[in-house]
């Protein structure tokens, strides 16, 4: 059964909901599958929108909510690490190796499907 995150809640706010219940690292996560998930958000006049999962799903999603379509994440994502690059001083601290990796990790998360 596929799962989808609904919300992460604090263990102490409110009883745990539904049969799939996890707890990491004090958090407590509730799960439901994707048909009552999508229930719930229909009803809340939501809609999930279906992405291409190619690498690009998080700059196809910006461009889907900014423009209505999917077609601009190539422009989203050179946008997106033109300000990484640019605030350099502050993205180096979340890199894995920090500023010695850092022109690596940009290089790579400019490449299209990563």
């Known amino acids: 059964m596929n799962k989808s995150l609904l919300r992460k809640k604090d263990q102490k706010e409110e009883k745990p909901v539904g049969p799939q219940e996890e707890s990491k690292g004090g958090n407590h996560y509730i799960y439901m ?22 690498g690009n799903c998080l700059f196809r999603a910006v461009s889907d909510q900014v423009y209505g379509t999917e077609n601009y994440y190539k422009a ?39």
Do not use: P
């Open 33 to 54: 599958d994707d048909k009552d998930f999508e229930i719930q958000m229909n009803s809340k006049n939501m809609t999930i929108i279906a992405i291409a999962g190619d």
């Open 76 to 114: 989203i994502r050179r946008i997106c690490m033109d300000y990484v690059e640019y605030e350099k001083d502050f993205f180096k601290n979340y890199i894995v190796g920090g500023e010695k990796k850092f022109g690596l990790y940009l290089a790579r998360k400019r490449t299209d499907g990563v």
